[in-house]
Protein backbone atom coordinates (compact mmCIF):
# COMPACT_ATOMS: atom_id res chain seq x y z
CA UNK A 1 0.00 0.00 0.00
CA UNK A 2 1.18 3.46 -0.88
CA UNK A 3 0.63 5.88 2.63
CA UNK A 4 0.97 9.45 2.20
CA UNK A 5 0.96 11.66 5.48
CA UNK A 6 0.13 15.31 5.57
CA UNK A 7 1.14 17.33 8.55
CA UNK A 8 -0.55 20.55 9.59
CA UNK A 9 2.06 22.15 11.83
CA UNK A 10 0.59 26.00 11.36
CA UNK A 11 -2.70 24.88 11.65
CA UNK A 12 -3.28 26.66 15.10
CA UNK A 13 -2.38 30.19 13.26
CA UNK A 14 -4.08 29.12 10.37
CA UNK A 15 -7.64 28.84 11.56
CA UNK A 16 -7.64 31.98 13.18
CA UNK A 17 -5.71 34.09 9.93
CA UNK A 18 -7.35 31.96 6.91
CA UNK A 19 -9.83 34.98 6.18
CA UNK A 20 -7.02 37.61 5.74
CA UNK A 21 -6.39 38.75 2.14
CA UNK A 22 -2.59 39.17 0.90
CA UNK A 23 -1.21 42.35 2.60
CA UNK A 24 -2.93 41.77 6.10
CA UNK A 25 -0.01 39.19 7.40
CA UNK A 26 2.30 42.54 7.64
CA UNK A 27 0.87 42.67 11.65
CA UNK A 28 2.94 40.44 13.78
CA UNK A 29 1.06 37.69 15.63
CA UNK A 30 1.21 34.74 18.00
CA UNK A 31 -0.64 32.27 18.89
CA UNK A 32 -0.34 31.44 22.80
CA UNK A 33 -1.50 28.48 24.99
CA UNK A 34 -0.70 28.55 28.82
CA UNK A 35 0.99 31.32 28.86
CA UNK A 36 3.36 30.11 25.78
CA UNK A 37 3.85 31.04 22.20
CA UNK A 38 2.73 27.65 20.09
CA UNK A 39 3.33 29.41 16.23
CA UNK A 40 3.64 32.69 14.76
CA UNK A 41 3.79 34.22 11.62
CA UNK A 42 6.40 35.10 8.98
CA UNK A 43 5.99 39.07 10.20
CA UNK A 44 6.76 38.23 14.29
CA UNK A 45 9.69 35.72 13.29
CA UNK A 46 11.23 38.57 11.47
CA UNK A 47 11.43 40.48 14.84
CA UNK A 48 12.67 37.82 16.72
CA UNK A 49 10.13 35.93 18.32
CA UNK A 50 10.03 31.98 18.13
CA UNK A 51 8.00 28.77 19.36
CA UNK A 52 8.11 28.11 23.50
CA UNK A 53 9.05 31.59 24.34
CA UNK A 54 6.80 33.35 27.10
CA UNK A 55 4.14 36.14 26.00
CA UNK A 56 6.59 38.68 28.43
CA UNK A 57 9.77 38.00 26.65
CA UNK A 58 7.72 37.79 23.12
CA UNK A 59 5.81 41.36 24.16
CA UNK A 60 9.48 42.75 24.40
CA UNK A 61 11.07 41.77 21.46
CA UNK A 62 8.10 42.87 19.51
CA UNK A 63 6.21 45.85 20.95
CA UNK A 64 3.07 45.26 18.35
CA UNK A 65 2.45 42.08 18.75
CA UNK A 66 -1.12 40.40 18.30
CA UNK A 67 -1.61 37.89 20.76
CA UNK A 68 -4.47 35.33 19.27
CA UNK A 69 -5.51 32.71 22.34
CA UNK A 70 -5.24 28.97 20.35
CA UNK A 71 -8.97 27.40 19.83
CA UNK A 72 -8.32 23.63 19.66
CA UNK A 73 -12.28 23.08 18.86
CA UNK A 74 -11.59 25.19 15.50
CA UNK A 75 -8.66 23.33 15.13
CA UNK A 76 -10.11 19.97 15.43
CA UNK A 77 -13.24 21.34 12.50
CA UNK A 78 -10.43 22.16 10.65
CA UNK A 79 -9.19 18.97 10.72
CA UNK A 80 -12.17 17.33 9.86
CA UNK A 81 -13.10 19.83 7.29
CA UNK A 82 -9.70 18.70 5.43
CA UNK A 83 -10.78 14.79 5.90
CA UNK A 84 -13.70 15.54 4.13
CA UNK A 85 -11.60 17.44 0.97
CA UNK A 86 -8.78 14.84 1.37
CA UNK A 87 -11.95 11.82 1.41
CA UNK A 88 -12.93 13.32 -2.43
CA UNK A 89 -9.34 12.38 -3.98
CA UNK A 90 -9.39 8.16 -2.05
CA UNK A 91 -11.83 6.73 0.40
CA UNK A 92 -9.19 5.83 2.86
CA UNK A 93 -8.51 9.22 4.92
CA UNK A 94 -7.52 8.53 8.49
CA UNK A 95 -7.41 12.47 10.51
CA UNK A 96 -4.90 12.24 13.55
CA UNK A 97 -5.53 15.14 15.77
CA UNK A 98 -2.50 16.96 17.30
CA UNK A 99 -0.48 16.00 20.37
CA UNK A 100 -0.85 17.66 23.37
CA UNK A 101 1.59 20.33 24.20
CA UNK A 102 5.10 20.48 25.89
CA UNK A 103 7.85 23.06 26.21
CA UNK A 104 5.46 24.90 23.37
CA UNK A 105 5.60 22.04 21.14
CA UNK A 106 3.61 19.30 19.77
CA UNK A 107 2.77 16.61 17.61
CA UNK A 108 1.06 18.42 14.76
CA UNK A 109 -2.47 17.53 13.14
CA UNK A 110 -2.22 15.31 10.20
CA UNK A 111 -4.10 13.01 7.37
CA UNK A 112 -3.23 9.67 6.61
CA UNK A 113 -4.29 9.17 2.50
CA UNK A 114 -3.73 5.65 1.27
CA UNK A 115 -2.98 6.78 -2.92
CA UNK A 116 -2.32 3.40 -4.29
CA UNK A 117 -6.22 2.65 -5.21
CA UNK A 118 -6.53 6.44 -6.96
CA UNK A 119 -3.28 7.35 -8.70
CA UNK A 120 -4.78 6.29 -12.18
CA UNK A 121 -8.20 8.33 -11.98
CA UNK A 122 -6.09 11.61 -10.47
CA UNK A 123 -3.61 11.64 -13.45
CA UNK A 124 -0.76 9.35 -12.03
CA UNK A 125 1.21 9.98 -8.68
CA UNK A 126 2.91 13.44 -9.73
CA UNK A 127 0.18 14.89 -10.94
CA UNK A 128 -1.94 13.70 -7.46
CA UNK A 129 0.96 15.29 -5.60
CA UNK A 130 0.88 18.54 -7.42
CA UNK A 131 -2.84 18.49 -6.97
CA UNK A 132 -3.07 17.88 -3.42
CA UNK A 133 -0.15 20.79 -3.23
CA UNK A 134 -1.95 23.35 -4.94
CA UNK A 135 -5.51 22.50 -3.26
CA UNK A 136 -3.63 23.28 0.28
CA UNK A 137 -2.16 26.17 -0.74
CA UNK A 138 -5.41 27.82 -2.28
CA UNK A 139 -7.18 27.38 1.23
CA UNK A 140 -4.26 29.10 2.88
CA UNK A 141 -3.50 26.13 5.05
CA UNK A 142 0.85 25.35 5.35
CA UNK A 143 1.35 21.67 4.60
CA UNK A 144 4.20 18.80 4.87
CA UNK A 145 3.86 15.74 3.03
CA UNK A 146 5.97 12.31 3.44
CA UNK A 147 5.40 8.77 1.55
CA UNK A 148 5.62 5.93 2.73
CA UNK A 149 4.64 1.76 2.80
CA UNK A 150 2.61 2.04 6.37
CA UNK A 151 1.33 5.04 8.34
CA UNK A 152 3.73 5.06 10.48
CA UNK A 153 6.76 5.57 8.02
CA UNK A 154 5.06 8.05 5.94
CA UNK A 155 4.48 10.34 8.93
CA UNK A 156 8.45 10.21 9.71
CA UNK A 157 8.86 10.62 6.47
CA UNK A 158 7.17 14.04 5.99
CA UNK A 159 9.41 15.45 8.82
CA UNK A 160 12.60 14.77 7.21
CA UNK A 161 13.51 17.79 4.81
CA UNK A 162 15.29 15.87 2.09
CA UNK A 163 12.67 13.22 1.26
CA UNK A 164 10.06 16.04 1.36
CA UNK A 165 12.25 17.65 -1.70
CA UNK A 166 12.89 14.38 -3.05
CA UNK A 167 8.58 13.99 -3.05
CA UNK A 168 8.25 17.10 -4.94
CA UNK A 169 10.60 16.40 -7.82
CA UNK A 170 10.01 12.40 -8.30
CA UNK A 171 7.49 11.23 -11.48
CA UNK A 172 7.24 7.65 -9.43
CA UNK A 173 6.66 6.54 -5.82
CA UNK A 174 9.78 4.86 -4.77
CA UNK A 175 10.87 1.33 -4.39
CA UNK A 176 10.77 -0.87 -1.43
CA UNK A 177 14.87 -0.53 -0.90
CA UNK A 178 14.13 2.97 -1.06
CA UNK A 179 12.19 3.49 1.29
CA UNK A 180 14.33 1.37 4.11
CA UNK A 181 17.10 3.99 2.62
CA UNK A 182 14.83 7.03 3.77
CA UNK A 183 13.77 5.16 7.16
CA UNK A 184 17.48 4.50 7.67
CA UNK A 185 18.68 7.51 7.04
CA UNK A 186 16.03 9.46 9.67
CA UNK A 187 17.24 10.94 12.61
CA UNK A 188 16.07 9.01 16.06
CA UNK A 189 14.60 12.52 17.03
CA UNK A 190 11.71 12.11 14.70
CA UNK A 191 10.67 8.66 15.93
CA UNK A 192 7.18 8.97 16.87
CA UNK A 193 7.98 8.28 20.78
CA UNK A 194 8.14 10.02 24.18
CA UNK A 195 10.93 12.81 24.63
CA UNK A 196 12.26 9.92 27.72
CA UNK A 197 12.77 7.22 25.14
CA UNK A 198 13.95 9.96 22.28
CA UNK A 199 16.88 10.95 25.29
CA UNK A 200 17.42 7.62 26.26
CA UNK A 201 18.27 6.53 23.00
CA UNK A 202 20.60 9.47 22.24
CA UNK A 203 22.04 8.32 25.50
CA UNK A 204 22.77 5.22 24.29
CA UNK A 205 24.88 6.87 20.81
CA UNK A 206 21.73 6.01 18.91
CA UNK A 207 21.30 9.03 16.65
CA UNK A 208 20.31 7.12 13.34
CA UNK A 209 17.39 4.81 12.67
CA UNK A 210 19.40 2.59 10.98
CA UNK A 211 22.06 2.35 14.46
CA UNK A 212 18.99 1.20 16.04
CA UNK A 213 17.92 -1.58 13.87
CA UNK A 214 20.70 -2.90 13.53
CA UNK A 215 19.83 -4.09 17.35
CA UNK A 216 18.49 -7.57 17.89
CA UNK A 217 14.56 -6.74 18.60
CA UNK A 218 15.31 -8.78 21.98
CA UNK A 219 17.50 -6.49 23.28
CA UNK A 220 15.60 -2.95 22.10
CA UNK A 221 12.50 -4.50 23.86
CA UNK A 222 14.22 -5.23 26.96
CA UNK A 223 15.52 -1.35 26.91
CA UNK A 224 12.80 -0.05 25.52
CA UNK A 225 9.49 -1.60 26.01
CA UNK A 226 7.54 -3.98 24.20
CA UNK A 227 5.27 -1.35 22.63
CA UNK A 228 8.55 0.30 20.78
CA UNK A 229 9.42 -3.02 19.11
CA UNK A 230 5.77 -2.85 17.76
CA UNK A 231 6.13 0.18 16.55
CA UNK A 232 9.96 -0.59 14.68
CA UNK A 233 8.01 -3.21 13.37
CA UNK A 234 5.06 -1.33 11.73
CA UNK A 235 7.93 1.26 10.99
CA UNK A 236 9.70 -1.24 8.31
CA UNK A 237 6.42 -2.78 7.70
CA UNK A 238 6.62 -6.29 9.01
CA UNK A 239 3.64 -6.05 10.99
CA UNK A 240 0.31 -4.18 9.86
CA UNK A 241 -0.17 -0.67 10.73
CA UNK A 242 -3.69 0.04 11.09
CA UNK A 243 -5.24 3.34 11.30
CA UNK A 244 -9.16 4.43 11.72
CA UNK A 245 -11.03 5.21 8.43
CA UNK A 246 -12.73 8.35 8.19
CA UNK A 247 -16.59 8.87 6.72
CA UNK A 248 -17.63 11.57 5.51
CA UNK A 249 -21.45 13.25 6.50
CA UNK A 250 -23.63 14.00 4.18
CA UNK A 251 -23.09 18.05 4.76
CA UNK A 252 -19.93 20.66 4.04
CA UNK A 253 -18.90 22.90 7.23
CA UNK A 254 -16.09 25.35 6.91
CA UNK A 255 -15.38 28.51 9.06
CA UNK A 256 -13.01 31.09 8.91
CA UNK A 257 -12.18 33.59 11.98
CA UNK A 258 -11.50 37.23 11.57
CA UNK A 259 -8.74 38.30 14.43
CA UNK A 260 -9.76 42.14 13.33
CA UNK A 261 -13.55 41.41 13.07
CA UNK A 262 -14.65 42.82 9.94
CA UNK A 263 -17.83 46.01 10.18
CA UNK A 264 -18.53 46.03 6.00
CA UNK A 265 -20.33 42.96 4.05
CA UNK A 266 -17.90 44.02 0.93
CA UNK A 267 -15.04 42.50 3.38
CA UNK A 268 -16.95 39.63 3.61
CA UNK A 269 -16.56 38.91 -0.14
CA UNK A 270 -13.19 37.21 0.11
CA UNK A 271 -13.76 34.50 2.48
CA UNK A 272 -16.95 33.97 1.06
CA UNK A 273 -15.10 33.25 -1.99
CA UNK A 274 -13.00 31.29 -0.55
CA UNK A 275 -15.37 28.98 1.02
CA UNK A 276 -17.53 28.60 -1.83
CA UNK A 277 -14.45 27.56 -4.14
CA UNK A 278 -13.69 24.68 -1.29
CA UNK A 279 -17.55 23.91 -1.37
CA UNK A 280 -17.63 23.67 -5.59
CA UNK A 281 -14.57 21.62 -5.48
CA UNK A 282 -15.74 18.96 -3.11
CA UNK A 283 -19.38 18.84 -4.56
CA UNK A 284 -17.54 18.62 -8.10
CA UNK A 285 -15.65 15.31 -6.87
CA UNK A 286 -17.94 13.81 -4.86
CA UNK A 287 -20.74 14.30 -7.76
CA UNK A 288 -23.14 15.90 -4.84
CA UNK A 289 -24.99 18.85 -4.77
CA UNK A 290 -26.70 21.22 -2.40
CA UNK A 291 -30.38 23.03 -2.73
CA UNK A 292 -29.42 25.35 0.24
CA UNK A 293 -26.86 27.39 1.34
CA UNK A 294 -26.74 28.26 4.82
CA UNK A 295 -24.21 30.99 6.19
CA UNK A 296 -23.72 31.77 9.92
CA UNK A 297 -22.54 35.14 10.86
CA UNK A 298 -20.84 35.60 14.72
CA UNK A 299 -20.64 38.57 16.24
CA UNK A 300 -19.58 37.37 19.36
CA UNK A 301 -21.26 37.17 22.95
CA UNK A 302 -23.81 34.77 21.96
CA UNK A 303 -25.24 37.03 18.84
CA UNK A 304 -25.42 35.75 15.61
CA UNK A 305 -26.88 36.20 12.42
CA UNK A 306 -27.97 33.33 9.76
CA UNK A 307 -28.39 33.74 6.21
CA UNK A 308 -29.70 31.57 3.44
CA UNK A 309 -29.50 31.01 -0.08
CA UNK A 310 -31.54 28.72 -1.93
CA UNK A 311 -30.71 27.04 -5.35
CA UNK A 312 -33.31 25.66 -7.78
CA UNK A 313 -30.64 23.42 -9.65
CA UNK A 314 -27.45 22.26 -8.92
CA UNK A 315 -24.80 25.34 -9.24
CA UNK A 316 -20.76 24.27 -9.23
CA UNK A 317 -19.55 27.73 -10.36
CA UNK A 318 -18.64 29.33 -7.40
CA UNK A 319 -18.69 32.58 -9.13
CA UNK A 320 -22.22 32.17 -9.64
CA UNK A 321 -22.75 30.99 -6.00
CA UNK A 322 -20.82 34.61 -5.13
CA UNK A 323 -22.89 36.46 -7.18
CA UNK A 324 -26.17 35.01 -5.79
CA UNK A 325 -24.58 35.32 -1.89
CA UNK A 326 -23.49 39.01 -2.72
CA UNK A 327 -27.20 39.61 -3.84
CA UNK A 328 -28.26 38.46 -0.57
CA UNK A 329 -25.68 40.05 1.60
CA UNK A 330 -26.77 43.43 -0.17
CA UNK A 331 -29.98 43.14 1.59
CA UNK A 332 -28.14 42.78 5.58
CA UNK A 333 -27.20 45.51 7.40
CA UNK A 334 -23.99 45.00 9.99
CA UNK A 335 -25.28 46.27 13.48
CA UNK A 336 -22.02 44.75 15.13
CA UNK A 337 -18.52 43.88 13.47
CA UNK A 338 -18.42 39.84 12.36
CA UNK A 339 -15.88 38.06 14.01
CA UNK A 340 -16.42 34.73 12.32
CA UNK A 341 -18.38 33.49 8.98
CA UNK A 342 -19.09 29.75 8.83
CA UNK A 343 -20.83 28.04 5.57
CA UNK A 344 -22.89 24.80 6.81
CA UNK A 345 -24.49 23.17 3.62
CA UNK A 346 -26.35 20.40 6.28
CA UNK A 347 -28.00 18.11 2.90
CA UNK A 348 -25.72 16.56 0.60
CA UNK A 349 -27.59 15.01 -2.35
CA UNK A 350 -26.00 12.69 -5.37
CA UNK A 351 -25.98 14.64 -8.66
CA UNK A 352 -27.92 13.23 -11.28
CA UNK A 353 -26.91 12.41 -14.85
CA UNK A 354 -27.45 15.02 -17.19
CA UNK A 355 -28.57 17.72 -14.47
CA UNK A 356 -25.02 19.63 -15.36
CA UNK A 357 -25.48 19.86 -18.83
CA UNK A 358 -24.35 23.38 -20.19
CA UNK A 359 -24.92 22.60 -23.77
CA UNK A 360 -26.30 26.02 -25.52
CA UNK A 361 -28.37 24.44 -28.06
CA UNK A 362 -29.21 20.96 -25.27
CA UNK A 363 -32.58 20.62 -23.93
CA UNK A 364 -33.63 22.16 -20.24
CA UNK A 365 -30.90 25.12 -21.07
CA UNK A 366 -33.96 27.68 -21.52
CA UNK A 367 -35.48 25.78 -18.17
CA UNK A 368 -32.18 26.52 -16.50
CA UNK A 369 -31.79 29.68 -17.18
CA UNK A 370 -35.50 30.10 -15.98
CA UNK A 371 -33.99 28.97 -12.83
CA UNK A 372 -31.19 30.78 -12.46
CA UNK A 373 -33.34 33.90 -13.25
CA UNK A 374 -35.78 32.69 -9.99
CA UNK A 375 -32.49 32.00 -8.14
CA UNK A 376 -31.47 36.05 -8.82
CA UNK A 377 -35.21 37.58 -8.02
CA UNK A 378 -35.32 35.74 -4.72
CA UNK A 379 -31.66 36.20 -3.62
CA UNK A 380 -32.78 40.02 -3.89
CA UNK A 381 -36.30 39.91 -2.89
CA UNK A 382 -36.32 37.39 -0.49
CA UNK A 383 -37.29 33.78 -0.23
CA UNK A 384 -41.24 34.40 0.33
CA UNK A 385 -41.22 36.92 -2.69
CA UNK A 386 -42.15 34.47 -5.12
CA UNK A 387 -43.84 31.33 -5.42
CA UNK A 388 -45.05 28.86 -8.06
CA UNK A 389 -48.66 26.87 -8.62
CA UNK A 390 -47.91 22.99 -8.63
CA UNK A 391 -51.54 20.19 -8.42
CA UNK A 392 -53.33 18.87 -6.12
CA UNK A 393 -55.74 15.86 -5.86
CA UNK A 394 -58.94 17.53 -5.84
CA UNK A 395 -62.06 17.18 -7.99
CA UNK A 396 -62.84 20.56 -7.88
CA UNK A 397 -61.16 23.04 -9.89
CA UNK A 398 -60.38 26.06 -7.42
CA UNK A 399 -59.23 22.92 -4.98
CA UNK A 400 -56.81 21.39 -7.75
CA UNK A 401 -53.70 24.02 -7.22
CA UNK A 402 -51.68 25.14 -4.63
CA UNK A 403 -49.01 27.38 -4.05
CA UNK A 404 -45.31 25.90 -4.29
CA UNK A 405 -42.03 26.78 -3.80
CA UNK A 406 -40.23 27.26 -6.97
CA UNK A 407 -36.53 26.57 -5.84
CA UNK A 408 -37.92 22.84 -5.13
CA UNK A 409 -35.64 20.81 -7.31
CA UNK A 410 -38.35 18.18 -8.71
CA UNK A 411 -36.44 14.16 -8.42
CA UNK A 412 -38.08 11.64 -10.27
CA UNK A 413 -40.38 9.99 -7.45
CA UNK A 414 -40.98 6.26 -8.16
CA UNK A 415 -44.19 7.14 -6.41
CA UNK A 416 -47.39 8.45 -8.43
CA UNK A 417 -47.32 11.98 -9.58
CA UNK A 418 -50.24 13.91 -10.48
CA UNK A 419 -50.78 14.33 -14.28
CA UNK A 420 -52.86 17.80 -15.80
CA UNK A 421 -56.43 17.18 -17.15
CA UNK A 422 -56.15 17.64 -20.62
CA UNK A 423 -58.84 20.01 -21.02
CA UNK A 424 -58.90 23.60 -21.71
CA UNK A 425 -58.78 25.63 -18.53
CA UNK A 426 -58.99 29.36 -18.21
CA UNK A 427 -55.75 31.15 -17.44
CA UNK A 428 -57.92 32.91 -14.76
CA UNK A 429 -59.41 31.21 -12.10
CA UNK A 430 -61.95 33.25 -10.11
CA UNK A 431 -61.26 32.52 -6.40
CA UNK A 432 -65.15 32.47 -6.08
CA UNK A 433 -67.77 31.29 -8.38
CA UNK A 434 -69.60 34.43 -9.40
CA UNK A 435 -73.50 33.76 -9.48
CA UNK A 436 -74.30 34.70 -13.17
CA UNK A 437 -78.12 36.36 -14.20
CA UNK A 438 -80.50 33.66 -16.15
CA UNK A 439 -83.58 34.67 -17.86
CA UNK A 440 -85.71 32.76 -20.13
CA UNK A 441 -82.68 30.48 -20.53
CA UNK A 442 -80.45 33.19 -21.40
CA UNK A 443 -77.15 33.90 -19.59
CA UNK A 444 -76.00 37.52 -18.99
CA UNK A 445 -72.64 39.04 -17.80
CA UNK A 446 -71.61 41.88 -19.49
CA UNK A 447 -74.33 41.30 -22.06
CA UNK A 448 -75.22 37.85 -23.63
CA UNK A 449 -73.67 34.93 -23.11
CA UNK A 450 -73.42 32.14 -25.90
CA UNK A 451 -72.16 28.66 -25.19
CA UNK A 452 -69.82 27.27 -27.54
CA UNK A 453 -68.61 23.74 -26.07
CA UNK A 454 -69.65 21.53 -23.45
CA UNK A 455 -70.81 20.21 -20.81
CA UNK A 456 -67.95 18.81 -19.27
CA UNK A 457 -69.03 16.91 -15.90
CA UNK A 458 -67.46 17.23 -12.67
CA UNK A 459 -68.72 15.62 -10.14
CA UNK A 460 -67.07 14.97 -6.58
CA UNK A 461 -67.20 14.74 -2.64
CA UNK A 462 -70.54 13.45 -2.51
CA UNK A 463 -69.09 11.34 0.60
CA UNK A 464 -68.12 14.07 2.52
CA UNK A 465 -69.76 17.61 1.93
CA UNK A 466 -72.50 16.91 -0.34
CA UNK A 467 -72.62 16.71 -3.91
CA UNK A 468 -70.11 18.96 -5.97
CA UNK A 469 -72.11 18.32 -9.85
CA UNK A 470 -71.01 20.76 -12.19
CA UNK A 471 -71.44 20.91 -15.91
CA UNK A 472 -68.62 22.94 -17.37
CA UNK A 473 -68.78 25.37 -20.69
CA UNK A 474 -67.01 27.97 -22.60
CA UNK A 475 -69.31 30.77 -23.32
CA UNK A 476 -68.92 34.10 -25.29
CA UNK A 477 -69.83 37.32 -25.29
CA UNK A 478 -70.62 39.97 -27.57
CA UNK A 479 -66.64 41.29 -27.57
CA UNK A 480 -65.73 37.54 -27.92
CA UNK A 481 -64.36 37.36 -24.71
CA UNK A 482 -64.50 33.73 -23.74
CA UNK A 483 -65.35 33.01 -20.07
CA UNK A 484 -65.85 29.79 -18.06
CA UNK A 485 -69.01 29.18 -16.62
CA UNK A 486 -70.90 26.13 -15.24
CA UNK A 487 -74.60 25.12 -13.95
CA UNK A 488 -74.35 23.72 -10.19
CA UNK A 489 -76.79 20.08 -10.66
CA UNK A 490 -78.17 20.92 -7.17
CA UNK A 491 -79.90 24.30 -7.66
CA UNK A 492 -79.44 24.36 -11.25
CA UNK A 493 -77.84 27.90 -10.68
CA UNK A 494 -75.13 29.37 -13.13
CA UNK A 495 -71.89 30.67 -11.85
CA UNK A 496 -68.74 32.00 -13.60
CA UNK A 497 -65.22 30.57 -12.66
CA UNK A 498 -62.81 31.39 -14.53
CA UNK A 499 -61.92 33.84 -17.76
CA UNK A 500 -59.72 32.84 -21.02
CA UNK A 501 -56.88 34.93 -21.95
Known amino acids: MLWLCIQFPRL ?8 QQQGEEALPQVVVEKQLVIDRNPAASQCGVETGLSIATASALCADLQLLQRDSQREQQELQHLAQWAYSFTPLVSPQSAGPMSNGESTPAHLFLELSGCLKASGGFKALIQQLSDELEQMGIHSLMGLGHSPSAAHMLSQLTEHRHWLAQSDSPP ?7 WISFAPSKLLSCDNKTISKLYACGIKRVSQLLAIPLSEVGSRFGRPFVDYLARLN ?20 FFPSPLDNSEQLLFPIGRLLRELCSQLQRRQL ?12 QNKSQEITVELSTPQLDPQRLIALTKLQMERVTLDQPVQSISLNCKHLLPLEQGSLDEDLFGEGSQHKRSQQLLDKLKARLGHQALSGIGLKESY ?3 QAWQNTDTLIIKSNAKGQQIKPIQAPRPNWLLAHPTKLESSEHKLF ?41 FQDLTTEEWFLHGVYS
Not at 12 to 19: C, D, G, I, N, Y
Not at 175 to 181: A, F, G, R, T, V
Not at 459 to 476: K, L, M, N, S, V
Open 12 to 19: PLEVLTRA
Open 175 to 181: SPQQWKQ
Open 237 to 256: GTRQDPVCSYQPPAQFRSEL
Open 289 to 300: YTQQLNWHMDFG
Open 396 to 398: LPE
Open 445 to 485: YQGELQLLQGPERIDGYWWQHGRHGRDYYIARNKRDELYWV
